[in-house]
């Protein structure tokens, strides 16, 4: 499984525009389900399983329709309420633009500046001036 947990990880990082390193990596996939699948750990690479599980794969890729499923929102219950950004109130306000789409860390923390002034002064800088 931890092999499996790896090779997802090098398809996110994968150049696919190297066929090479795209064969090689369905190649190894195919390679490693047909075991899992098969529950065989000493499969060869060899195997027709494997050589038929590539080629499902490489279909799967050039059709680019893989079978993940979506998810849809629940029109039950307060669940637009609830996703809707624009009803939010007080803190939670903050944490969005106008667009709806979160502000990440500079909506959830408040940033200091560390200037050694109390946070309403406002003749900063002005200390031995005249």
Do not use: W
Request: net charge positive.
């Amino acid at each position: 499984m931890e092999y499996l947990t790896l090779q997802l990880y090098q398809i996110k990082h994968m150049n696919l525009k190297d066929n090479t390193a795209v064969k090689g990596f369905v190649c190894d996939l195919a390679f490693e389900f047909a075991k899992l699948k098969l529950k065989n750990a000493k499969l060869p690479k060899d195997d027709p399983s494997v050589k038929k599980y590539e080629r499902e794969f490489a279909d799967k890729i050039t059709k680019g329709k893989p079978d993940i499923k979506t998810v849809k929102t629940s029109a039950t219950g307060n669940v637009a309420g609830m996703t809707d950004s624009s009803k939010y109130t007080g803190a939670h306000k903050e944490r969005f633009d106008e667009s709806g789409k979160g502000k990440g860390a500079a909506g959830r923390t408040d940033k200091t500046e560390n200037t050694g002034y109390v946070g309403n002064y406002k003749g900063e800088g002005s200390y031995g001036k005249k």
